[in-house]
């Protein structure tokens, strides 16, 4: 199946500093991508969903000053947590859908940020 | 409102079978998926279905009733592995996916 790369696997930083978070389609485009966030023992929320070449549109809830998004090419999206505080520790995932016939829907990895 | 409910937590025996259940209300069908996540790791796909009726891949079945707004997952020969959580979720007619909270799935020797 197709790969997602998620850069970095996890990142602890202090608080009131920025993180990005790299998301890779590698064998094949994605004109779309989702952001995921997963707090421990809960169910993945969507926060955003990235569009090549466009402005990424938000969840109801989700701040886009805090949560930046940037799908600048094909194969890659990033997140940035700006000014991040404890309370945005969490598991975070991106995922692509294929252009096949039932958009499925592949997952990167995961990045666990820890914010001290 | 667009809803996917499933239960929190199944207990099941190593070699045995369980199925899970997962209901919903949504806007649209667009297709029902199922994944398994182990914990700390990243949802892997295992199954598609959007017209009714059974779909086996070994160890792995997924049903999908659309009238009824059901499906459910079923594992055979359960091995301790299978020990995990299992997501349904429906794209609605946006295509945008919509998530239930997961069952934790328990395997015991």
């Known amino acids: 199946g197709a790969v997602v790369s998620q850069h970095p696997s996890w990142v602890i930083c202090k608080s009131g500093t920025s993180v990005k978070i790299e998301c890779r389609s590698l064998d094949f485009q994605a004109t779309t991508m989702f952001w995921y966030r997963q707090f421990p023992k809960q169910s993945l929320m969507l926060m955003a969903t990235?569009?090549?070449?466009?402005?990424?549109?938000?969840e109801q809830g989700v701040e886009k000053d805090k949560f930046l998004i940037n799908h600048a090419s094909l194969t890659l999206s990033t997140l940035t947590v700006t000014s991040a505080h404890p309370e945005d520790s969490s598991f975070y995932i991106c995922?692509?859908?294929?252009?096949?016939?039932?958009?499925?829907?592949?997952f990167g990895p995961g990045t666990r940020l820890t914010v001290l | 409102g667009q809803n996917i409910d499933q239960p929190t937590e199944m207990t099941a025996t190593e070699g045995a079978i369980v199925q899970i259940n997962c209901t919903y209300q949504?806007?649209?069908?667009?297709?029902l998926f199922w994944y398994q996540q182990h914990a700390g790791e990243a949802p892997t796909f295992l199954s598609y279905?959007?017209l009714d009726g059974l779909e086996e891949k070994g160890r792995f079945s997924s049903f999908l009733s659309r009238s009824k707004g059901y499906s459910y997952l079923l594992l055979k020969e359960l091995q301790m592995k299978d020990s995990a959580s299992y997501l349904c979720a429906v794209m609605d007619s946006n295509y945008q996916l919509i998530w239930g909270a997961g069952t934790k799935l328990i395997i015991k020797p």
């Open positions: 995922s692509a859908p294929t252009s096949g016939d039932h958009n499925e829907q592949f």
């Open positions: 990235s569009n090549e070449g466009s402005k990424a549109t938000y």
């Open positions: 949504t806007s649209g069908f667009n297709g």
């Open positions: 279905n959007v």
